[in-house]
């Protein structure tokens, strides 16, 4: 890195740093919130059938996907 006229580098590293957690802060809330809404499916799917009708990109064509689970009784 290049020292820019009147700061030192200890003062960008220090501010490279600060972006760096920032934005790994940022991945992990959006890690998080990916983890909520597939859990929210997989038990959705373990109660009861789930459908998700999807167009297929290459071939444009319907595909309809059926998810059946079965649960065991709760502790």
Partial sequence: MAKEEG???AAENSEDVAR???RLDVLDQRLDNIDSMVTAVAERVMNRPLTLHLNCPNCG???EVDLIGSS????
């Fill in 61 to 63: 064509k319907n595909v």
């Fill in 7 to 9: 700061r030192p580098a």
């Fill in 72 to 75: 065991k009784p709760g502790k």
């Fill in 20 to 22: 760096l957690k920032t």
